[in-house]
């Protein structure tokens, strides 16, 4: 009954590869995001969806690229993958995509991508 | 270029006894104010959020200050519990931001 899963939890992988990263949400929510946590452990933004519909877009290369097949899952995947990439990705969801009230965000456990 | 700052990487406090986490921010577009908490393998999880128009909230141990003039707001958590022991994000989000900017965290341990 987990609200935002996230698979696989680590990704161990050389650089050049492709990788995909999963996440489903069962909480019924519009809006759905990926945050990267950096070596300065602050959260940033990458990506947002709301109802399958890119929302937010942030600075992120174009090696990432996010994929909404319905609005329970936003998957994300990685071209070329660099060492800089190794990170932890973090999946979320909220109900509205106005910030405030309807903001409040149910994250995922993680992925901890580690690129050698 | 960092928007939110958690000046503290990290703070010890004995059990019943107090926690403040600080938070600094520097755009005065930011109106909504949360805190999240973060337990090791986890993803974070929203503790207590404030909007511009309060300068306090309060739920059970845990109570969110904004001080708008000085952009800054702090959570306290009275009395402590070891179980409070995990890394605790501001995050701040506004009209028509659709995210929420983090800082990057204070971990708490609250010992025994």
């Known amino acids: 009954d987990t609200a935002v899963s996230q698979t696989p939890k680590y990704l161990v992988t050389q650089m050049g590869n492709d990788k995909s990263i999963k996440c489903e949400q069962n909480l019924g929510h519009d809006t759905m995001y990926w945050y990267k946590q950096d070596s300065k452990k602050f959260l940033k933004i990458m990506f947002s969806?709301?109802?399958?519909?890119?929302?937010i877009n942030e600075t992120v290369p174009n090696r990432f690229s996010p994929k909404s097949p319905d609005k329970a899952h936003l998957n994300l995947h990685i071209n070329s993958l660099e060492l800089g990439d190794s990170a932890v990705y973090f999946c979320a969801s909220s109900r509205g995509l106005a910030g405030g009230i309807t903001d409040t965000q149910y994250f995922g456990p993680g992925t901890r991508l580690t690129v050698l | 270029d960092q928007q939110v700052k958690q000046n503290s990487p990290s703070l010890s406090v004995q059990e019943g006894r107090i926690s403040i986490l600080n938070c600094d921010y520097t755009n005065s577009m930011f109106d909504y104010f949360l805190w999240y908490k973060k337990y090791p393998a986890e993803g974070p999880t929203f503790l207590i959020s404030i909007s511009s128009i309060k300068d306090k909230n309060e739920d059970g141990r845990f109570t969110v200050f904004l001080n708008k003039s000085a952009k800054h707001l702090s959570l306290h958590i009275v009395p402590s519990q070891p179980g409070d022991s995990a890394v605790y994000f501001c995050?701040?989000?506004?009209?028509?931001?659709?995210?929420?900017?983090f800082g990057s965290g204070t971990r708490l341990q609250v010992q025994p």
């Open positions: 969806y709301n109802n399958k519909e890119l929302i």
């Open positions: 995050a701040l989000t506004g009209t028509g931001r659709r995210a929420l900017t």
